[in-house]
């Protein structure tokens, strides 16, 4: 059973505007939260991450929420850029740092 | 070279061939970690190293073996894979097992006939 999901296989946006991809996680254990950038052909690359002692965590256009009660993150990138068309892993683990868990990806598609 | 490397990036063998993936890292990390990636599934962890022990062996079967000689370099033994073993292997490290950040190398497309 996925302790990780992301429900949007894909998503396009008009360069400029908002992108927001989305998250959940089942498990309550979880308190560490990773988003990951995959661009064909190359490994995943760490992009931004959140502990849950903390709802926001900002970096330069990119913004991580966590509302742990609802057990969902979001990935905020503002303004999007057509180099921001990738595909979006987000990522848990529990305390230890044990496994990371990853969901199924979400694909970006920034239009210019 | 810098970062985390694989080799081959394509792998096409047979069922009944033996080959072998590479991982090395230039990070100086000492955990090193093996996934798989199926279509439309999540990354799937397979095994753990840690100071070049294996730390956690995610229930693979034994067609699957890997090796760890020192804390740079990673291999993932092949032998009588199946058809369903197809998928993009990608070999991560961290600085230690405590820590979450993993960079990843990017991966080994297999194709097993």
């Known amino acids: 059973d996925q302790q990780v999901k992301q429900n949007s296989p894909s998503l396009s946006v008009q360069e400029g505007r908002i992108s927001i991809l989305n998250c959940d996680y089942t498990?309550?254990?979880?308190?560490?939260f990773l988003w990951y950038k995959k661009y064909p052909a190359e490994g995943p690359t760490f992009l931004i991450s959140?502990?849950?002692?903390?709802d926001k965590n900002e970096d330069g256009r990119f913004t991580v929420f966590l509302n742990k009660s609802a057990k969902h993150l979001s990935l905020h990138i503002v303004p999007s850029q057509p180099g921001d068309s990738a595909v979006y892993f987000c990522?848990?683990?529990?305390?230890?740092?044990?496994?990371?868990?990853f969901g199924t990806g979400t694909r970006l598609t920034v239009i210019p | 070279e810098t970062g985390v490397t694989q080799t081959p990036r394509h792998l096409v063998m047979g069922m009944t061939n033996k080959k072998s993936l590479k991982c090395e890292q230039h990070?100086?990390?000492?955990?090193m970690y093996w996934y798989k990636q199926s279509a439309k599934k999540p990354l799937e962890l397979m095994f753990v190293?840690?100071?070049?022990?294996?730390?956690e062996n995610n229930s693979v079967p034994s067609r699957f073996s890997p090796e760890c000689p020192n804390s740079s370099h990673l291999f993932l033994h092949l032998h009588t894979l199946q058809p369903e073993d197809s998928a993009l292997y990608l070999c991560?490290?961290?600085?230690?097992?405590?820590?979450?950040?993993?960079?990843f190398g990017p991966g080994t497309r297999l194709t097993v006939l």
């Open positions: 991560a490290s961290s600085q230690d097992r405590g820590n979450n950040e993993q960079f």
């Open positions: 498990n309550s254990m979880f308190d560490y």
């Open positions: 959140i502990s849950s002692i903390k």
């Open positions: 990522a848990a683990s529990g305390t230890g740092a044990n496994n990371l868990f």
């Open positions: 990070l100086g990390h000492n955990a």
């Open positions: 190293y840690n100071f070049k022990e294996q730390t």
